[in-house]
C-alpha cells in the first residue's frame, strides 16, 4: 500500500544533540512537508520541498535542517540550535499543488521530547 | 491576520447526535481548496472531506458534510450520528492556487477543535 512512513515514533534528545526524524513516501509525490504541532495547535509549517534537490523554509525553520537527495525522502534533523523541541512532529506529502484539491497526506507522526 | 479561524476549542456531542464545527477562513483569491482533517489520539490525520471554491454544491461525505458559505467565509464541518470513535480533533485546512505560480507553502490550517462524544 503507498503512503508515507516516520521513524521512529518516539524519539528523546539530549541537551546539546541533533536528532534526525526520517519520513519516507512511496506515492510519487514531488512535494513534502514537515509540520510540527504543540499540544492544543494548530500545524506550523517548517520546511517544504517541491522537487529533488530544493527546498524552502517555512514559518519556523530556525533550529532546523532538511535535506530533500531523493523523491521519496525528507528527513528532518532538529539540532542543538533548536532550543524548544519538544513537539509532536508531522510529515506530509502531496501532488504537484497545481489544483486546490490536491490535499495532504501525512504521516503517523514522531513525539520528540527532552531528557 | 488568520488564514484559518476555528473559534470552539473544545465541544460535547451526545452519541447519535448531530454536531457542527466551526471553520471561517480569509483570502483573496478566488481558487481556493478548504479541508477537513481528523486527528484521533494515536496523531495520524485523517483527511474527511473537501469542497472547493467553485463547487455550487455542499460537499458530502458520508456522516460528513460542510456547510459552505462562500459569501460569510465560512466551511462548517457537520457530524451526523455522532458514534463513541469520532471523539477526536478536528482541523481546518485551506489550500490556496497562487495562479500558475506554485508555492509550497499554500496550506494554511486553523488551531484545532477537540471533539468528545458523550455516551
Known amino acids: 500500500d503507498g503512503g508515507i512512513t516516520q521513524s521512529p515514533k518516539y524519539l528523546f534528545r539530549k541537551e546539546g544533540q541533533n536528532v534526525t526524524l526520517s519520513c519516507e513516501q512511496n506515492l510519487n509525490h514531488d512535494a513534502m512537508y514537515w509540520y510540527r504541532q504543540d499540544p492544543g495547535q494548530g500545524l506550523r509549517l517548517i520546511y517544504y520541498s517541491q522537487i529533488v534537490n530544493d527546498f524552502q523554509k517555512g514559518d519556523i525553520a530556525e533550529g532546523y535542517s532538511v535535506s530533500r537527495e531523493k523523491k521519496e525522502s525528507f528527513p528532518l534533523t532538529v539540532t542543538s540550535a533548536q532550543k524548544n523541541p519538544t513537539a509532536f512532529y508531522l510529515c506530509?506529502?502531496?501532488?504537484?499543488?497545481?489544483?486546490?484539491?490536491?490535499?495532504?497526506?501525512f504521516g503517523s507522526g514522531t513525539q520528540l521530547s527532552v531528557l | 491576520a488568520q488564514k484559518i479561524t476555528q473559534t470552539q476549542p473544545g465541544m460535547f456531542v451526545q452519541e447519535k447526535e448531530a454536531v457542527t464545527l466551526d471553520c471561517t477562513y480569509d483570502t483573496s483569491d478566488q481558487s481556493y481548496g478548504l479541508f477537513w482533517y481528523k486527528q484521533p489520539s494515536s496523531g495520524e490525520m485523517i483527511f474527511l472531506i473537501y469542497q472547493g471554491s467553485y463547487d455550487e454544491q455542499n460537499a458530502t461525505e458520508g456522516r460528513y458534510s460542510l456547510n459552505f458559505q462562500k459569501a460569510r467565509k465560512s466551511a462548517n464541518l457537520v457530524i451526523s450520528a455522532s458514534q463513541l470513535g469520532d471523539s477526536a480533533m478536528y482541523f481546518c485546512?485551506?489550500?490556496?492556487?497562487?495562479?500558475?505560480?506554485?508555492?509550497?507553502?499554500?496550506?494554511?490550517f486553523g488551531t484545532g477543535t477537540s471533539l468528545t462524544v458523550i455516551p
Open positions: 506530509a506529502s502531496s501532488p504537484p499543488p497545481v489544483a486546490t484539491n490536491e490535499k495532504l497526506f
Open positions: 485546512a485551506m489550500r490556496e492556487v497562487l495562479g500558475v505560480r506554485v508555492s509550497g507553502n499554500q496550506f494554511y
